[in-house]
């Protein structure tokens, strides 16, 4: 085995641009490359040692109709087959699935790991983790995967269907958990030449093709699912997703998800915000801080003096110099004033309005936490 | 005299002397679930989950331990605390119908 102890500055140099191209690849729209697919998830079965199932790959246009199909067929067959059929059913599938998991990515992942040599793994490995693998997952899954899998998720919940788990497929190519990390093997693959054992190697390289090919896919021991890429991903300047014309992810059948500087909305609720339709009391009404936040952002400031006996009854400045107030107004229907703490968030930029019992800034800011004024001092805040 | 208190974002971290009894050691790196997939994480150290009160959830047992969130590290960079133990505290807000967590 050829360890990798320390990397060239040629290798150095790489690592800018193969975090370039691995969020490309993350990023990817357009149709899928399901050819690709069809032939690898059959190498990653054989790998696994198991049979593949006989029926063809379902193709699917949006991970919402894969994750609910998945779930209700897996049900479905489980519920056919009685209690005890169920049991042992399941425990095969999600055997098939980690099977599949282990056979194509999770055995890469360690050896490649074992083979960049103990010694200097935490200074070869951190290195090109921070630059590449956490770069390319920060751009790839976290700003824009994880907007579709907790609305995907929150889907399958509502619906009271058990999760049938999945593979990231393009939104994973930076890594997730201990999932393999195709960006991350193929560095040391394809940059440094590391040699790895042939099965190693093809395992690597079956797990790569799987990622970029398409985007969500679910392994089952009687079906496998794959879906299509997202026909749009809009961007705003920090990388989240972001549209004030259109959905900011859209599928090839119509499922998408509206989204304004990475909060996402409800169809009615964006179209009133983007088109500045909500009246001052109705976005201090928002239940949600993230999306009573984006909704006065997006409102004309002079709409506030519309708001019935607006009173500033505090101003200070806080301890990173950001303004901090605590503003009051009138509603119909309530009898007392309502009061807001007006903050903005020292690591974020951001402003944000927190519902307060309190006059001033000092004690609404410790109350928000169950304190008084004289009980804590904010030593350190981000 | 006035206790330390951190703020990360929507999540308090007061700095106690002792851990209460009869805690029990989660797995999980995650301190408090965000909506919209931003959790706030620890890299490592020791969290306990015991609901106490609408502020208090839990523990922390801090030992080179930086406090991890997708939204809150642009401009401050890995938010370190000091090693020692703290109680997570999630912030509330006021609304006519009674105090109700931040929901970010």
Redesign the interface.
Known sequence: MKYIKKLTKKQEEMMSKWRDKWIKIGLKTGKADFKTFDKNIKLAYKKAGLDFPSRPVIRVHSPIVGALASSIADNIINNGKGESFSAVDSAVRSAVGSAVSLAVDSAVRSAVGSAVGSEVVSTVRSAVDSAVDSAVDLVVRSAVGSAVSSAVGSAVSSAKLQWHYWFGGQFWVGGYYWYGDPCLTSFFIEVCKLKLDKDIKERAIIYNKLCRSVNYFWTNKHFVMVCDRPIRISRNERGQLHSTKEMAIEYPDGWGLYILNGIVFEKEWWDKIVNDRMSPEEIFAINNLEHRRIAYEFMDKTKMKSLKGYKVLDEVVDNYKNPMKVISFKVKEIDEPLKYLNVVCNSTGREYFIGTNFDTCEESKAQSFGFSKDDISFTQEW | M?????????L?L??IDKLPKELRLTKTKIAMVG???NNHSIDTGKLYFKKE????FGYLVAKNTN?L????????GK?K?PDGIYQL?K??????QGL?P???
Do not use: C, M, W
Not at chain 2, 2 to 10: N, S
Not at chain 2, 69 to 76: A, F, G, R
Not at chain 2, 91 to 96: A, D, F, G, L, R
């Open positions: 006035k206790k330390q208190f951190y703020r990360h974002g929507d308090g007061l700095k909506s919209h997939g009160n609408d502020f208090v406090l969130h997708p939204e809150h590290k642009d401009k401050t938010a605390i505290i912030q509330n807000e006021y609304t006519p109700i931040v929901v970010d």
